[in-house]
């Protein structure tokens, strides 16, 4: 594994995609963004920050979901995943992160296990499977602010309060020990979905997450078989592993 990331729980690649991949993307993911917000108008005014399920059939034609999958199973991102995943790699989903509506409103910190597991099971999930976090900035953005090394470290007890908002902490508020990750468009930002993390609002962000995780069926539950390629569709792809490890892994 890498061992930047081994200690720290993220990696960031500057400069990862090139002007024509962005604009290749851009088309595609906006394209789903209009259709979503289309179907999702009270969400998205009320309280939305992300969407889910981009490869999925509702809001992109073939062709559209044909230019994500390609991206997803090409080379150049595997060769990222297999850096920290290098056995088995599964796809588990994508999703979309932009500004809310309400410009007030506040960002938080969270460990994303923290909404399935109590505290124990998130002390023990720490030392357990890997979901990792594959972010393309598709423009300029302020980026994420995260602390390093709590993938593996449990939660001081300011980061605790805050989190759970607990003693009078609200999960906005500030951690002493956040580092801000600035991303430009192009850039790639890896990281832990179960290090304390929170996105940073401003400038119309526009970010690509795909999610890939151990070979693990705890995991593999929340993988949608609606948003995995067909057979056809497997062939276009370079590398289609993480793809594959999935279809079997709910199919079994």
């Keep these: 594994?890498?061992?930047?990331?081994?200690?720290?729980?993220?990696?960031?690649k500057?400069?990862?995609?090139?002007?024509?991949?962005?604009?290749?993307?851009?088309?595609?993911?906006?394209?789903?963004?209009?259709?979503?917000?289309?179907?999702?108008?009270?969400?998205?005014q009320s309280k939305a920050i992300n969407s889910a399920y981009l490869t999925g059939k509702e809001h992109l034609n073939e062709e559209q979901r044909n230019v994500l999958f390609q991206f997803i199973g090409s080379?150049?991102?595997?060769?990222?995943?297999?850096?920290?995943?290098?056995?088995?790699?599964?796809?588990?989903?994508?999703?979309?992160?932009?500004?809310?509506?309400?410009?007030?409103?506040?960002n938080y910190?969270?460990?994303?296990?923290?909404?399935?597991l109590d505290l124990?099971?998130?002390?023990?999930?720490l030392s357990g499977s890997q979901a990792l976090h594959f972010r393309i900035a598709l423009k300029d953005?302020?980026?994420?602010?995260?602390?390093?090394?709590?993938?593996?470290n449990w939660d001081t007890q300011e980061e605790l309060d805050v989190r759970l908002e607990q003693n009078g902490k609200k999960s906005h508020h500030d951690l002493s020990t956040g580092k801000v990750i600035e991303l430009k468009a192009g850039d790639l930002?890896?990281?832990?979905?179960?290090?304390?993390?929170?996105?940073?609002?401003?400038?119309?962000?526009?970010?690509?997450?795909?999610?890939?995780?151990?070979?693990?069926?705890?995991l593999l539950q929340y993988a949608n078989p609606n948003c995995l390629p067909?057979?056809?569709?497997?062939?276009?792809?370079?590398?289609?592993?993480?793809f594959i490890t999935t279809s079997k892994a709910i199919n079994r």
């Design 14 to 44: 500057q400069g990862f995609l090139v002007k024509n991949q962005i604009n290749d993307l851009r088309t595609a993911i906006e394209s789903f963004h209009h259709s979503w917000i289309e179907a999702n108008k009270d969400f998205y």
């Design 109 to 116: 910190w969270h460990r994303d296990i923290q909404y399935d």
């Design 141 to 152: 953005e302020p980026g994420i602010e995260l602390v390093t090394g709590s993938h593996k």
């Design 1 to 12: 594994m890498n061992n930047f990331f081994l200690k720290n729980g993220f990696i960031k």
């Design 189 to 218: 930002l890896i990281f832990s979905g179960k290090m304390i993390h929170r996105g940073i609002y401003g400038l119309d962000r526009l970010s690509l997450d795909i999610l890939f995780c151990d070979n693990d069926k705890e």
């Design 120 to 125: 124990e099971q998130q002390k023990a999930a």
């Design 230 to 242: 067909s057979e056809e569709q497997l062939k276009l792809i370079e590398d289609p592993t993480a």
């Design 75 to 106: 080379n150049q991102l595997m060769e990222q995943v297999y850096s920290i995943i290098p056995t088995d790699p599964a796809f588990m989903n994508t999703q979309l992160f932009f500004d809310p509506v309400n410009p007030e409103q506040k």
